[in-house]
């Protein structure tokens, strides 16, 4: 037999060391001392899994935190404008310093005099921690031109910009021109810690993001597989698959519930589930209200974040049969936050993972970068400790081994039902390879075990 690769001496899951050939993206055979021909990729007695999927990711602003100011954590005023200023020094003359992860707690939110005091001779455009808000001093709202102005920007009593816009990206993309972020070295990064798929979930994703993603799956400077959420005029395509209809909506500005079923029927009729993002509960109340409105849930709809759910709430969505897409890195990444500013009844509400999975609702696990960090091995730690960045630790009782989060990894795409890849024939072979024995990895997860990442039996990562 001709293979495309053969992985030989890889240690299964299941136990027993064993080869795997690969054929047209898919595992051909799976056994000891294979015969067959090929590319071979040496696992060295190392422990094959299924790739990891990260299922919520916004890969073009994660790809273009890489090259930004990082203000996340910084309290004091002081501090920001330190960082600003260091991270200008590396520019050329007048191109715009980008800053992400800023922290009211350092100024409450600045407008643009404001910031022409914190960096005066260089555009800046600067996003706050949420990814809700962009801050722009002077010189960055000349390059904007001049009104009428959409309703994402902030406008003073006079009619005056602050400096202020809120949910702009694709404007700000439009009037800023769309310098494209370094995609490239965002999916090395996701290959070295094991990922082989990825769910873009921007709500605006619509032809021109299309376009935009066929040509980087095309060229190869995205690796990895990759599903694209998107509104209704998001296209199928060859290269991506066409992911659930987005809903995107504000608790303090929600919609009439008709408009949002009305939307739920496109999707229905495209094809498509819908994925609500869920911050608070009340969105979640809506959510389920429009769903119903709307004939109801279908399998493969679900609930991005689900970062407040109180106890009464679970039967409910377990009734429903929604997946819901957690972020499990944020204990680490947000819990000191969450435990300074949240009340204290509500902690136990946040995040929660054990108590999901034991209710039997489908869970999946996803990144939220670059709001959250996309390491999921650090997400597998943050899960089985649910401690925080200082150390501390918020809702033990949610806590869950790296045995039962790594499977949030390896769900499928659709979350339509909740298995988990597995290794065998007739599968897509996504794989990583990760050094030691699941008994290891699950004492430690950390990314520096992953030793190869393959993806329809191509490697795009090794260091065997
Ligand atoms: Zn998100």
């Known amino acids: 037999m001709i293979c495309d690769l053969i992985i030989r001496n890889a240690v299964m899951p299941v136990g027993g060391i064993c080869d795997v050939a690969v054929a047209n993206g898919r595992i051909a055979n799976i056994g000891s001392k294979l015969d067959a021909k090929g590319p071979e990729l040496d696992a060295a007695g190392n422990l094959l899994l299924p790739g990891l999927i990260d299922h919520h990711i916004h890969l073009l602003a994660t790809a273009a935190r890489l090259e930004s100011a990082d203000l996340s954590g910084l309290v004091s005023e002081d501090e920001v404008i330190r960082r600003l200023r260091e991270a200008e020094?590396?520019?050329?003359?007048?191109?715009?310093?980008?800053?992400?992860?800023?922290?009211?707690?350092?100024?409450?939110?600045?407008?643009?005099?404001?910031?022409?005091?914190?960096?005066?001779?260089?555009?800046?455009?600067?996003?706050?921690?949420?990814?809700?808000?962009?801050?722009?001093?002077g010189l960055a709202m000349e390059r904007l031109g001049t009104g009428p102005w959409p309703d994402c920007v902030e406008v003073d009593e006079r009619g005056?910009?602050?400096g202020r816009i809120w949910r702009g990206d694709a404007w700000l993309r439009e009037r800023l021109g769309a310098e494209l972020p370094p995609v490239a070295k965002l999916g090395s990064e996701l290959a070295r810690l094991g990922i082989t798929g990825v769910t873009d979930t921007g709500a605006a994703n619509g032809p021109s993001e299309a376009a935009l993603f066929n040509?980087?799956?095309?060229?190869?400077?995205?690796?990895?597989?990759?599903?694209?959420?998107?509104?209704?005029?998001?296209?199928?395509?060859?290269?991506?698959?066409?992911?659930?209809?987005?809903?995107?909506?504000?608790?303090?500005?929600?919609?009439?519930l008709e408009e949002v079923a009305r939307r739920i029927d496109i999707a229905r009729e495209q094809?498509?589930?819908?994925?609500?993002?869920?911050?608070?509960?009340?969105?979640?109340?809506y959510f389920i209200a429009a769903l119903d409105l709307a004939g109801g849930a279908r399998p493969g709809d679900r609930i991005e974040h689900g970062s407040e759910i109180s106890g009464a709430m679970i039967p409910e969505i377990v009734a429903h049969g929604l997946a819901i897409v957690t972020h499990p890195a944020f204990v680490h990444d947000r819990g000191d936050r969450?435990?300074?500013?949240?009340?204290?009844?509500?902690?136990?509400?946040?995040?929660?993972?054990?108590?999901?999975?034991?209710?039997?609702?489908?869970?999946?696990?996803?990144?939220?970068?670059?709001?959250?960090?996309?390491?999921p091995w650090l997400a597998l730690e943050a899960a089985k400790y649910r401690k925080t960045a200082q150390g501390r630790v918020l809702g033990v009782s949610e806590a869950m081994a790296v045995e039962r989060t790594l499977p949030l990894y390896l769900r499928p795409f659709g979350l339509s039902d909740c298995t988990s890849r597995t290794i065998e024939p007739g599968a897509e072979a996504d794989f990583?390879?990760?050094?030691?024995?699941?008994?290891?990895?699950?004492?430690?997860?950390?990314?520096?075990?992953?030793?190869?990442?393959?993806v329809d039996g191509k490697v795009i990562y090794t260091r065997l």
């Open 338 to 375: 969450y435990l300074d500013t949240v009340a204290r009844e509500e902690l136990g509400g946040l995040y929660r993972l054990a108590s999901l999975e034991t209710a039997g609702l489908c869970l999946a696990a996803g990144s939220d970068a670059p709001y959250g960090s996309f390491d």
């Open 215 to 256: 040509e980087l799956l095309a060229s190869g400077e995205l690796p990895q597989k990759l599903q694209l959420m998107g509104d209704e005029t998001l296209p199928v395509s060859d290269h991506f698959r066409r992911g659930p209809l987005k809903l995107l909506y504000d608790e303090r500005d929600l919609p009439p």
């Open 89 to 137: 020094q590396v520019l050329a003359a007048g191109a715009m310093l980008r800053a992400t992860g800023y922290d009211e707690r350092a100024f409450d939110l600045p407008d643009s005099r404001d910031l022409d005091r914190w960096l005066p001779d260089r555009p800046l455009r600067m996003q706050d921690r949420t990814g809700a808000l962009w801050l722009l001093n």
């Open 160 to 162: 005056e910009p602050t």
């Open 271 to 285: 094809g498509r589930a819908v994925a609500a993002h869920c911050i608070t509960e009340s969105e979640l109340v």
């Open 432 to 454: 990583c390879v990760i050094e030691g024995s699941l008994q290891d990895l699950a004492d430690c997860p950390d990314a520096g075990r992953v030793a190869a990442t393959i």
